[in-house]
Nanobody, 120 residues
Framework: QVQLRESGGGLVQAGGSLRLSCAAS????????MGWYRQAPGKQRELVAT???????NYADSVKGRFTVSRDNARNTVYLQMNSLKPEDTAVYYCNARISPFGNVYFGYWGQGTQVTVSS
């Protein structure tokens, strides 16, 4: 069984910063891409940022230049550093990872979500 555990959400004023972490644990042979998605009230879940197993990154246009995604492969952990936060960044942030438990087939896993609230 694979689990993704997020931490680091909270309440921050506009212009502030937060750092999210997500650690994968359990039966893990290989981790491919890891990343972050978010879902605001009344909206669909959307991509925020992803990082490949070799460190290639991809960002939503709305967060480019403000957010940085990174990973520590030794710790099976992905991070999201969020700077210059805006009220429109308010959402539940979900960690996602593509993991092979046994080294052959890959599955997508989700964390439970962590709330980020940015006040104006």
């Amino acid at each position: 069984q694979v689990q993704l555990r997020e931490s680091g959400g909270g309440l921050v004023q506009a212009g502030g910063s937060l750092r999210l972490s997500c650690a994968a644990s359990g039966r893990i042979a290989v981790i491919d891409a890891m990343g972050w998605y978010r879902q605001a009230p009344g909206k669909q879940r959307e991509l925020v940022a992803t990082v490949s197993s070799v460190g290639s990154t991809n960002y939503a246009d709305s967060v480019k230049g403000r957010f940085t995604v990174s990973r520590d492969n030794a710790r099976n952990t992905v991070y999201l550093q969020m700077n210059s936060l805006k009220p429109e960044d308010t959402a539940v942030y979900y960690c996602n990872a593509r993991i092979s438990p046994f080294g052959n087939v890959y599955f997508g896993y989700w964390g439970q979500g962590t709330q980020v609230t940015v006040s104006s």
